[in-house]
Antibody
Framework: EVRLKQSGAEVKKPGESLQISCQTS????????LAWVRQLPGKGPEWMGI????????RYSPSFQGQVTISADKSVSTAYLRWSSLKVSDTAMYYC??????????????WGQGTLVTVSS | DIQMTQSPSSLSASVGDRVTVTCRSS??????LNWYHQKPGEAPKLLIY???TLQSGAPSRFSGSGSGTEFSLTISSLQPEDFATYYC?????????FGPGTKVDIK
């Protein structure tokens, strides 16, 4: 069974750094793209970026380039999302999801449970 | 980035109703269109990919159609567990953008 387990909710102050994690199991972590998705309260999901753990090839959405860092540790089948300096506007739910290819179509077929990040002074 | 829009933004319907949600893309995406649904407090869940192929395990009352820039999701007979928010997503080019969602609630 494919499982993605995310780290717990975080409450931070503006300017602080943060790293959240997505621990995977049940599939070949190294050879599957893993995406991070942001969801602001009451809004649709936003594609932040994606990483291929085997070679750490990472692609960011232009909206998130330079704002976050996506990384992966193959030894523990875990992906990470990091902020160096949080803003109040980073308050959101963050999901990791496995990108899977079905024939020629790319889908997010397995999702973590989400990590709620709250940034407040 | 390819922009996705959905209509309506919300709708009220009764159990047993036939419901249709529309999704449009800012440029042609062939049939690289996925549908997800999301219930409060849960992650989105894949329903349909390739515009019209039902994901394994998804109920057959869901169907999708369309190609190019206009797509639709239809629920043939709304069930209580279908009250949720529905999102389309294009997988034609990175970043794989989502629509703003259509919330289906109980009339």
């Amino acid at each position: 069974e494919v499982r993605l387990k995310q780290s717990g909710a975080e409450v931070k102050k503006p300017g602080e750094s943060l790293q959240i994690s997505c621990q995977t199991s049940g599939y070949n972590f190294n050879n599957n793209w893993l995406a991070w998705v942001r969801q602001l309260p009451g809004k649709g999901p936003e594609w932040m970026g994606i990483i291929y753990p085997d070679d750490s090839d990472t692609r960011y959405s232009p909206s998130f380039q330079g704002q976050v860092t996506i990384s992966a540790d193959k030894s523990v089948s875990t992906a990470y999302l990091r902020w160096s300096s949080l803003k109040v506007s980073d308050t959101a739910m963050y999901y990791c999801a496995r990108r899977h290819t079905i024939v020629t179509w790319e889908v997010l077929d397995s999702w973590g449970q989400g990590t709620l990040v709250t940034v407040s002074s | 980035d390819i922009q996705m829009t959905q209509s309506p933004s919300s709708l009220s319907a009764s159990v047993g109703d036939r419901v249709t949600v529309t999704c449009r893309s800012s440029q042609s995406i062939a049939n690289f269109l996925n549908w997800y649904h999301q219930k409060p407090g849960e992650a989105p869940k894949l329903l349909i990919y390739g515009a019209s192929t039902l994901q394994s395990g998804a109920p057959s009352r869901f169907s999708g159609s369309g190609s190019g820039t206009e797509f639709s999701l239809t629920i043939s007979s709304l069930q209580p567990e279908d009250f949720a928010t529905y999102y389309c997503q294009q997988s034609y080019s990175n970043p794989f953008t989502f629509g703003p969602g259509t919330k289906v609630d109980i009339k």
